[in-house]
């Protein structure tokens, strides 16, 4: 996952694997109120829960409903499931709430 910690400057960055398909330069997006600066063109399902629930990886049974609003232009609010990714722009936000077990 590529990101760079809550509310701390470019020196945390945790970016780094092959598949980056970083837009050059960072966002900041909001998870739940909860800053976080974001280097990749587009953020999964996965890695906005793992914002939230960090040790989401290690409990995959547990399913949660992402909603955003503040998106792009031909998607500016929306849901995202499972398997799914948007486009990310500075200022989205993101709410996760829990939904229960798989």
Do not use: C
């Amino acid at each position: 996952m590529e990101r760079i910690e809550k509310g701390r400057g470019a020196e945390n960055d945790r970016s780094g694997g092959d598949d980056n398909q970083g837009h050059g330069h960072i966002v900041t997006i909001y998870v739940e109120g909860t800053e976080h600066r974001w280097r990749k063109d587009t953020i999964s399902y996965d890695e906005v829960v793992t914002l939230e629930v960090p040790d989401y990886p290690q409990h995959p049974e547990v399913t949660y409903s992402v909603k955003y609003k503040k998106g792009l232009g031909n998607r500016p609010e929306g849901t995202l499931s499972k398997g799914e990714s948007v486009k990310v722009k500075d200022g989205m936000r993101f709410s996760v709430s829990e939904t229960g077990q798989s």
